[in-house]
């Protein structure tokens, strides 16, 4: 019975920590939930750099009646002092019980200290449940802390016949209303958002949370802030008057280390940040960037670009995840493909495990994750 109540207090930990998904980066999403004789008696979630964590807000609102009373939370109460004290110490100060957790935080500085912390003080602890959900709801933040780098997401929208685009470049719109509503959920959900020259010089992307089609989504959405921006440019195709840049807020551009001139002086010169990243081939290297963006505190990156960029980070086996959107049209032969990957053998094709299918208007999307091989490396 235990267990079955376990799992149940934890999915609302989880459902605490989504009220987070938009905002709480660098740091994890992070809910809490404590319980009392099968009754909530507090509940919080983290909402971002700076504020409490979720366990304090949850404490609070228990106050007294906390004493003996079961804590879950999706992720490992911290340990250390960061702006905030200890989460762990806030537990034991409350006097709970037992505390449920999700998944172990693998932050260098928590890594099971703080269920050490609980259970050396006499509270119970037990660990594990929903993991698996737990773990997809902070994907990034634990990529970022084991590897440096963020979780890369790749979105594509593309016809039924295989196309991203016209020859021409042209677009918009592949996909219906309903679809592109979706994709506002996971650029928001994003720590930063990436792009190329070319899809910039071919429409007027500006790569920003859409709130109108949002909400669509996610009707009870809090607050949203814009990812970073960052635009791919080696060779410094695009303007700085490009509406792209029409606010400097949230842009970076990546270009080559021995790019110079001009074009790199108007970039300065209206203050837009500029990372110089070496070449690795005929691309930049994506491998420089994502390190980058690892020491920025960037948990997860979506890439929107075009077949050239798209497959180069699938050539660099760089990939986590895949958002495809196929809608039901076709764009001819003479149209972009999804991807640029230069194949000439079956044994280099990459295997997609498809994890999730679902439809939106017309269009079906699927969230798929590559299966690479030293054999589909190019």
């Known amino acids: ?59 609070r609102e228990a106050g007294k009646a906390a004493r003996g009373a079961t804590a879950y939370v999706n992720l490992e109460p911290c340990s250390h002092f960061g702006r905030t004290p200890p989460c762990a110490d806030a537990l034991l100060e409350a006097g709970v019980a037992r505390v449920v957790v999700g998944h172990i935080d693998p932050n260098p500085q928590v890594a099971g200290q703080g269920i050490e912390r609980l259970r050396a003080a006499g509270v119970a602890v037990t660990v594990g449940v929903l993991e698996e959900a737990c773990d997809a709801l902070n994907k990034g933040f634990f990529k970022r802390m084991q590897q440096g780098v963020p979780w890369v997401r790749v979105k594509i929208a593309h016809s039924l016949d295989g196309r991203t685009a016209m020859a021409s470049g ?81 842009v970076m551009v990546c270009t080559s280390a021995d790019q110079e001139g001009d074009a790199l002086a108007a970039l300065h010169h209206r203050g837009i940040p500029v990372l110089c990243l070496p070449r690795r081939g005929d691309h930049l290297d994506l491998n420089e960037l994502l390190q980058a963006l690892g020491e920025r505190g960037i948990n997860e990156l979506m890439v929107e670009s075009g077949p050239r960029l798209s497959g180069a980070f699938i050539q660099q086996q760089l990939v986590d995840e895949l958002v495809l959107y196929c809608a039901p049209r076709w764009l001819g032969s003479k149209g972009l493909p999804v991807v640029d990957l230069p194949l000439t053998r079956m044994a280099k094709s990459v295997l997609l495990d498809v994890q999730d299918q679902r439809q939106f208007g017309a269009d079906w999307r699927i969230i798929a994750v590559p299966e690479y091989t030293t054999e589909s490396a190019l």
């Not at 930990?13 to 938009?22: S, T």
């Not at 009870?220 to 410094?236: G, K, M, Y």
């Open 1 to 59: 019975m235990m267990a079955g109540q376990d799992e149940h207090w934890m999915q609302r930990a989880i459902r605490l920590a989504e009220r987070g998904l938009f905002s709480a980066a660098p740091n994890p999403r992070v809910g809490c939930t404590i319980v009392k004789s099968g009754v909530e008696i507090g509940s919080g979630w983290h909402p971002g750099t700076g504020e409490p964590h979720a366990e304090v807000f949850a404490l």
């Open 170 to 250: 042209e677009s918009q719109w592949i996909t219906g209303e309903e679809a592109r509503a979706d994709v506002q959920y996971w650029r928001a959900r994003s720590c930063a958002v990436l792009t190329g020259a070319d899809t910039l010089l071919h429409d007027q992307a500006r790569l920003k949370v859409r709130r109108d089609l949002l909400v669509r989504r996610w009707p009870e959405h809090p607050p949203v802030e814009n990812p970073l921006r960052i635009l791919i440019d080696s060779q410094l195709r695009v303007s700085p008057d490009h509406p792209f840049f029409s606010d400097l807020s949230d």
